[in-house]
């Protein structure tokens, strides 16, 4: 008995039979991105900055030490803001601000809406992937199934949405 592979979705129907690697898009999603995170580590800074400013008698011109318990500990809340954030979007739509002027979308293997774990792993993932200068990320364009580390290890695909009819 053979198997019938899964049908294709029209988002990721190309012309060969390998679907994109949507590395350029996934980037350019990213950058968009950084610009919403960058406020809210800007929010999430202040607490920081103002616990500092108490625990330094008041000089305003005293800054947190790098490497600093309280460095860490902000840089830990920046990172717990950002993936609430992009797990958050995930979840309500398949998209971040980012990811909707590009057309695209996350959906888990079934085509739905991936779990709150496959989120949360797909977020660490990427983040180690980009600590390894974006290895993660470029491993899509040599993968058999163009998917990115995080991709795999969550289970989850990112496609590109065709364009509206006007």
């Known amino acids: 008995m053979q198997a019938t592979p899964p049908p294709a979705s029209d988002a990721a129907t190309t012309t060969d039979e390998r679907p994109s690697a949507l590395v350029p898009w996934r980037l350019l999603s990213l950058f968009y991105d ?3 995170v960058v406020a809210l580590w800007m929010l999430v800074a202040i607490p920081f900055v103002l616990a500092d400013v108490a625990m330094s008698g008041g ?11 309280m460095a860490w500990m902000e840089w830990i809340a920046c990172w717990v803001v950002t993936g609430l954030y992009a797990t958050i ?3 309500r739509g398949g998209q971040t601000l980012g990811m909707r ?4 979308k996350l959906q888990g293997g079934d085509g739905g809406a991936p779990s709150w774990r496959a989120l949360w792993l797909r977020y660490a993932v990427g983040t180690m992937s980009l600590l390894a200068a974006g290895l993660g990320f470029w491993w899509a364009l040599f993968d058999r199934e163009r998917l990115a580390w995080h991709d795999r290890a969550s289970a989850t695909r990112l496609v590109r949405l065709p364009k509206r009819k006007k």
Do not use: A, K, M
Not at 60 to 69: C, G, K, V, W
């Open 34 to 36: 950084l610009w919403p």
């Open 89 to 91: 979007s995930w979840r």
């Open 59 to 69: 000089d305003t011109r005293h800054n947190i030490e790098p490497f600093s318990l």
């Open 101 to 104: 002027p590009w057309r695209l």
